[in-house]
């Protein structure tokens, strides 16, 4: 039985069918949106899968069933009006038809951090030779926490003397070590977005 991440479970007097939006567990990017009414929830609360159902042929279909492209789920939910669920997943593959990863397109050329760390994550296993990544995390976490402080130096110094490309470029650098740290360390996105909710909780 799949996990709810609350008491709280869907309004079915809101309509037959309620929408999902699916996340990726582990760094909580949002991969799609389709719809599901109560027998497609209950299928994937019995399963520990992804099912839908599917408003063009009218019938409840498993995410993957014909691609392989299989969503595990880690927990369920539902907003405060109870009338949209949540889906957490771990995906076996694109979750997108076209075989992108996500159905939305939401940074352009800007890079998420949750994208980042799954770059991160994709690279650290590369070769050595021809990958930055891997070179850095080939020793465990010695070598990023060692970066992380060089680049917070140098972001504070640009922040005192430099121009705001300088600024920008540094923060950037120290960005993406400290996510490299994360990674070294074995630790999700979430948990420090987690942390990061919890202290704006405890400050209202």
Known sequence: MVAWL?????DWGR?????????????????????????????????????FWSRSRDELWR?????????????????CDADA????????GPACH?????????SGER??????????GERRHADAESSYTARLLAGGARRPAEK??????????????GTDEEVVAEAADLLFHAMAL????????????AELGRRHRAQR
């Open 98 to 106: 076209t075989g992108e990863r996500s159905c939305f397109e939401l």
């Open 6 to 10: 609350s008491d709280r479970r869907p």
């Open 63 to 79: 995410k993957g069933a014909t691609s392989g492209n299989v969503m595990r789920m880690v927990a369920m939910g539902v907003d």
């Open 15 to 51: 309509g037959e069918l309620l929408p999902v939006v699916v996340t990726e567990a582990g760094s909580g990017e949002l991969l799609m949106l389709a719809y599901a009414n109560r027998e497609a929830v209950e299928a994937t609360e019995r399963t520990g899968a992804a099912h």
């Open 148 to 161: 992380v402080t060089e680049e917070a130096g140098e972001l504070s110094a640009a922040a005192l003397a």
């Open 182 to 193: 994360l990674a070294a360390r074995e630790i999700p996105l979430l948990d420090v977005e």
């Open 111 to 120: 890079i998420a951090l949750a994208d980042l760390q799954r770059i991160i």
């Open 85 to 92: 669920i949540v889906y957490r997943v771990d995906p076996a």
